[in-house]
């Protein structure tokens, strides 16, 4: 009898030290500190409050997402992890309750140590979460890395990433773990995915 092997077996099953902390900024409405290994991201909510008339939408809330990273102006890739991080954020929060408003989610890089993105997802739930706003479902970012020997790291390492493939980030729907966001850098097979 022949035993199939799957095609991406984990190489590094064992996550990092998680640490969070809510509510550790005075200044925002909801407030999250959250580290995974050596990555950490602060994060702040302001809002609901008055929007911008150009910016408002008659029937609901509109989400401003602002990355900051740890030196220097923002990049190309900031743009795309804030995109990514505001529908995340949008498919969650329960935005009708609050129509002509604006809410404001920024979120601080503190260290990159790899996984950055799933730790501003984290971090970005936990504050949400902190602010009191109304969510439909809580979320989780995950990330998952294959090397070029076809293995799975999860939470992959700054070094990690840089030698392996393909990177993947996840949203996770916390309720039913339905796929509520991915992201999504490399080449990989359908297999493998």
């Known amino acids: 009898m022949k035993m199939e092997q799957s095609v991406c077996e984990p190489v590094c099953t064992v996550l990092r030290e998680y640490a969070c902390e809510q509510n550790i900024l005075s200044k925002p409405d909801g407030s999250a500190s959250f580290k995974q290994g050596d990555t950490s991201v602060l ?4 809002g609901p409050a008055e929007v911008k008339v150009n910016k408002e939408i008659y029937d609901r809330a509109t989400l401003e997402v602002v990355i900051q990273p740890k030196v220097g102006m923002q990049s190309v890739r900031e ?6 991080v505001r529908e995340t954020c949008e498919a969650a929060l329960l935005s009708t309750l609050h129509p002509r408003s604006s809410l404001t989610l920024v979120l601080q ?5 790899g996984s950055l993105l799933s730790c ?3 971090a970005a739930c936990m504050a949400l979460m902190d602010a009191g706003l109304p969510m439909s479902r809580l979320f989780c970012g995950v990330t998952c890395a294959i090397d070029a020997e076809s293995q799975i790291i999860t939470d992959p390492t700054a070094q990690q990433e840089k030698e392996c493939r393909a990177l993947m980030t996840f949203a996770i729907d916390a309720k039913d773990r339905n796929v509520m966001m991915s992201s999504t850098r490399g080449s990989f097979s359908v297999e493998e995915e």
């Open 120 to 122: 501003c997802l984290n």
């Open 79 to 84: 743009r795309a992890r804030e995109q990514c």
């Open 109 to 113: 890089v503190v260290h990159d140590d």
């Open 43 to 46: 994060a702040g909510v302001y």
